[in-house]
């Protein structure tokens, strides 16, 4: 079974500094898909980034950033420039590459305090 | 414009009651899913279906019923509710069963008292 590990319960930042999350993931599976949630206080499940294990070139979104290391089954999120409302809950989520039954397994979540 | 919606948000009622949660997408998404949130903030699925059929169906008791009338909507029954079922439960959909982003609504938060 797939297991993803996010060993920072706890993170914080200055606003305007750069933070990076750790997650690491354990997989027998080729093809996979990662993605990394934030879940602010409203409670929202919001969509941060996405990244095809099939793909070498790390995802961007912004200020935000993955550092995917395949064979190391890492997968970090590095966000630029934080901002107060970047302040959140992150969760790190695996999925495997089905054509049917595709769950989301998810990490333990890292809770990322901005400091102004 | 909600994308995924979850009615109530909120849901505080006794030991030993029987609840449902409703879950609507107007994504045009072929497929749904359950999570529970613990209060350790773990989330775990619970559910899914495609197309109205029921494809995952993790180790969950029998009083957890899922039901999806139509693509658009799935709903969770639960009976006999234990102070244990207390948590908040996301509904999230997505295009397809397989490698398709899987959108989240609000989640509901059930106590049980």
Redesign the interface.
Request: include cysteine.
């Given at each position: 079974a797939q297991t993803v590990t996010q060993s920072q319960p706890e993170m914080s930042v200055q606003e305007a500094e750069t933070v990076t999350l750790s997650c690491t993931y354990d997989t027998s599976e080729s093809d996979y898909?990662l993605?990394w949630?934030k879940?602010p206080p409203?409670?929202?499940?919001?969509?941060v980034i996405?990244q095809e294990a099939y793909k070498q070139q790390n995802a961007t979104e912004n200020r935000f950033s993955v550092n995917f290391q395949k064979a190391a089954k890492s997968f970090s999120l590095k966000i630029s420039d934080s901002q107060l409302g970047d302040a959140a809950?992150y969760?790190c989520a695996y999925?495997r590459?089905?054509?049917?039954?595709?769950?989301?397994?998810?990490g333990?979540?890292t809770q990322l305090t901005v400091n102004p | 414009d909600t994308a995924v919606s979850q009615t109530p948000k909120y849901l505080v009622t006794q030991m030993g009651n029987d609840k449902s949660i409703k879950c609507e997408q107007n994504l045009g998404h072929d497929t749904m899913?359950w999570?529970k949130q613990d209060s350790?903030?773990?989330?775990?699925?619970m559910f899914?279906y495609?197309n109205k059929e029921l494809?995952?169906n993790e180790t969950v008791p029998n009083r957890f019923s899922p039901k999806s009338p139509d693509k658009a909507h799935l709903n969770l029954h639960i009976n006999s509710l234990e102070l244990g079922d207390s948590a908040?439960y996301?509904c999230?959909s997505?295009l397809s069963?397989?490698?398709d982003?899987?959108?989240?609504g609000?989640?509901t938060?059930l106590t049980v008292l």
């Amino acid at each position: 079974a797939q297991t993803v590990t996010q060993s920072q319960p706890e993170m914080s930042v200055q606003e305007a500094e750069t933070v990076t999350l750790s997650c690491t993931y354990d997989t027998s599976e080729s093809d996979y898909y990662l993605f990394w949630y934030k879940q602010p206080p409203s409670r929202q499940m919001i969509l941060v980034i996405r990244q095809e294990a099939y793909k070498q070139q790390n995802a961007t979104e912004n200020r935000f950033s993955v550092n995917f290391q395949k064979a190391a089954k890492s997968f970090s999120l590095k966000i630029s420039d934080s901002q107060l409302g970047d302040a959140a809950m992150y969760f790190c989520a695996y999925r495997r590459l089905e054509t049917s039954g595709s769950r989301l397994t998810f990490g333990e979540g890292t809770q990322l305090t901005v400091n102004p | 414009d909600t994308a995924v919606s979850q009615t109530p948000k909120y849901l505080v009622t006794q030991m030993g009651n029987d609840k449902s949660i409703k879950c609507e997408q107007n994504l045009g998404h072929d497929t749904m899913y359950w999570y529970k949130q613990d209060s350790k903030k773990f989330l775990k699925i619970m559910f899914s279906y495609n197309n109205k059929e029921l494809i995952i169906n993790e180790t969950v008791p029998n009083r957890f019923s899922p039901k999806s009338p139509d693509k658009a909507h799935l709903n969770l029954h639960i009976n006999s509710l234990e102070l244990g079922d207390s948590a908040v439960y996301f509904c999230a959909s997505s295009l397809s069963a397989g490698t398709d982003t899987q959108y989240f609504g609000p989640g509901t938060r059930l106590t049980v008292l």
